[in-house]
């Protein structure tokens, strides 16, 4: 990650909207508007709320990551699900 801040004077335009690139579009920004008249923009990443638990659960989402290391290098086993019951809520 850069450390060296690049300014540039930028208009915002009739409806009120700032160009930050079209390198960034569809980007997510959170929006800070500071007291002081300073507009702060941090890059964010949205996640899907059921999955949410998995990255509040360092030690699941390590296994997680783990077992998609080993798959991208082909550590994989075949088992045979037919031992497992049945779900009785499957639809």
């Not at 929006?31 to 990255?55: K, N, Q, S």
């Amino acid at each position: 990650m850069s450390t060296t801040a690049v300014h540039r004077l930028t208009p915002v335009d009739t409806s009120g909207r700032i160009s930050i690139g079209k390198a960034r579009a569809g980007s997510l920004y959170d929006v800070a508007f500071e007291a002081d008249g300073r507009v702060v923009l941090t890059p964010m990443v949205a996640i899907p709320e059921r999955e949410l638990w998995l990255h509040k659960n360092p030690a699941v989402k390590a296994m997680v990551e783990t077992g998609l290391a080993e798959m991208s290098r082909g550590e994989t086993v075949s088992i045979d699900l037919s031992e497992f019951p049945e779900d009785d809520d499957e639809e």
